[in-house]
T-cell receptor
Framework: NAGVTQTPKFQVLKTGQSMTLQCAQDMNHNSMYWYRQDPGMGLRLIYYSASEGTTDKGEVPNGYNVSRLNKREFSLRLESAAPSQTSVYFC?????????????FGAGSRLTVL | GESVGLHLPTLSVQEGDNSIINCAYSNSASDYFIWYKQESGKGPQFIIDIRSNMDKRQGQRVTVLLNKTVKHLSLQIAATQPGDSAVYFCAEILNAGNMLTFGGGTRLMVKP
């Protein structure tokens, strides 16, 4: 039971390049989330998907797009990366019959934009 | 906007002592609170949660206290161990919805 799996773990991009961060969960959770964490800071919500087929903006959605591919997978895309998007990105999922409000996080994807 | 925050950015304690990490929240409508632990290079891990209709909840070596009068949340760790060294975040959920708001984090350092 892997929980929440993110790929890649590390990525370096040049300004203007595009990339997609992948996230998959095997817990049959309905809701999935993308957060970013800047050095010494808390987590800020970028986008979330309350259920398969729906996505909504969080606190800092500008410069990002998301796709809820199916119940398991939720991807985050940077169409034209900027240095301000250098951060650690965390995917999370929520659901289940116990601890329904608790988010389970992946290990993170560290992105550097030069 | 309303947000969750923490009083102390860094807390240093002696191994074996008790630790108290504090959090202030400003949204009186928040009805659910969670404490997360984040070790270096890892994602946040759930520690303990509490609903707004409770004022105390205990887990293994951890206790969360909620004071709704002053909008204050605390995490108490008994007999702190080196493995407790991490950054601790409090988070709140409004109306059991999807907007989980995190505070800025407190780094706990345990001295042997």
């Amino acid at each position: 039971n892997a929980g929440v799996t993110q790929t890649p773990k590390f990525q370096v991009l040049k300004t203007g390049q595009s990339m997609t961060l992948q996230c998959a969960q095997d817990m049959n959770h309905n809701s999935m989330y993308w957060y970013r964490q800047d050095p010494g800071m808390g987590l800020r919500l970028i986008y979330y998907s309350a259920s398969e087929g729906t996505t909504d903006k969080g606190e800092v959605p500008n410069g990002y797009n998301v796709s809820r591919l199916n119940k398991r997978e939720f991807s985050l895309r940077l169409e034209s990366a900027a240095p301000s998007q250098t951060s650690v990105y965390f995917c999370a999922s929520r659901g289940g019959t116990t601890g329904a409000n608790v988010l389970t996080f992946g290990a993170g994807s560290r992105l550097t934009v030069l | 906007g309303e947000s969750v925050g923490l009083h102390l950015p860094t807390l240093s304690v002696q191994e074996g002592d008790n630790s108290i990490i504090n959090c202030a929240y400003s949204n009186s409508a928040s009805d659910y609170f969670i404490w997360y632990k984040q070790e270096s290079g890892k994602g946040p891990q759930f520690i303990i949660d509490i609903r707004s209709n409770m004022d105390k909840r205990q887990g293994q070596r951890v206790t969360v206290l909620l004071n709704k009068t002053v909008k204050h949340l605390s995490l108490q760790i008994a007999a702190t161990q080196p493995g407790d060294s991490a950054v601790y975040f409090c988070a709140e959920i409004l109306n059991a919805g999807n907007m989980l708001t995190f505070g800025g984090g407190t780094r706990l350092m345990v001295k042997p």
